[in-house]
């Protein structure tokens, strides 16, 4: 449903006290969170802010980090936390999401691939991004998926 709104890189940014001005948000995120190309910035709800990118670069490296501290004109650092958007995201409720490093020890080098561990990766979650060792296949005892887990779903150990 994300893909068909085009809302598929969107994210959202969650504010710990206050938030800024918008218009002064919308001139600043981009340069301090470094976003490339276009992304446009909206006020969700009173400490949420809405923001829409166009680059799969882009929305990894909002979601990796996590926390950004946004420096305004008035001095002073306004933290804000960035979530995935999804149809069930709700402003009033904390998410049971958090971002993880999947880890696969002993497999293969021969499954280094990113739709194979894509595949292994969403039985635990939401898979993001492969790490660069993985990439490379420089470190052939383990690879790794930077993936989105709910915290409350059930695991099978």
């Not at 990113?114 to 690879?143: W, Y």
């Amino acid at each position: 449903m994300n893909k068909i709104e085009n809302l598929q890189y969107a994210v959202v940014g969650k504010f710990t006290y206050d938030v800024a001005d918008l218009e002064e948000l919308r001139l600043i995120i981009s340069k301090q969170c470094n976003i490339y190309g276009d992304c446009q910035i909206g006020l969700l709800r009173n400490k949420h802010i809405f923001i829409r990118l166009n680059q799969h670069a882009n929305f990894v490296n909002l979601i990796l980090k996590g926390a950004y501290y946004i420096e305004c004109k008035d001095w002073y650092s306004y933290l804000m936390h960035t979530l995935m958007y999804d149809a069930r995201f709700k402003t009033n409720k904390e998410t049971t999401m958090a971002m993880t490093w999947i880890s696969f020890p002993n497999i293969l080098p021969t499954f280094f691939v990113k739709e194979c561990l894509f595949s292994l990766a969403s039985a635990v979650g939401k898979p993001i991004q492969l790490d660069l060792a993985t990439i490379n296949k420089t470190r052939p005892s383990c690879a790794r998926v930077k993936g989105l887990v709910d915290l409350k779903g059930k695991f099978s150990i």
